[in-house]
């Protein structure tokens, strides 16, 4: 019987023995394979910025793949199958029925209001919602 053995090299030196690191940058995510040596360089060079920098809502500096259930935050009470369903129903003064992909605000209020006899035709009936900005530590330590 055949016995193989897989080494992982450096990918910027190829010295034995790597290991896979896994970075963000820019909305993007690496790996590469680096050894011992290389490691601690990546590790030295980013620890200034990892250390000024916020972890993502989740955590893990991922962001999540999938999604279960009404958005958070909608007040739907229904999930988004429900919400279409009734969408497709009651297409009057609405956008034009979508199978997938976000719900728009004129539909969501629409279905909101529909147990009231009240119906939202327009996007100037429903209220925007206030922009929100992140501050910087800078900002944050002179307020």
Known sequence: MKHEQLIITDDLDGTPDAETR?????????????????????DQVLAPYIEAARLTANGNGRRPTHRRGPKPGHGLGADAK??????????????TWQPRGAIPTLVLSAWRDRDNGNTVTDDSAAPAAPKRRRRSKAELAAA
């Open 22 to 42: 896994s970075f963000g940058y820019d909305g993007r995510t690496y790996e590469i394979d680096l050894g011992a040596v290389n490691s601690a360089k990546l």
């Open 82 to 95: 429900t919400v279409r369903a009734w969408w497709a129903e009651h297409p009057d003064g609405l956008p």
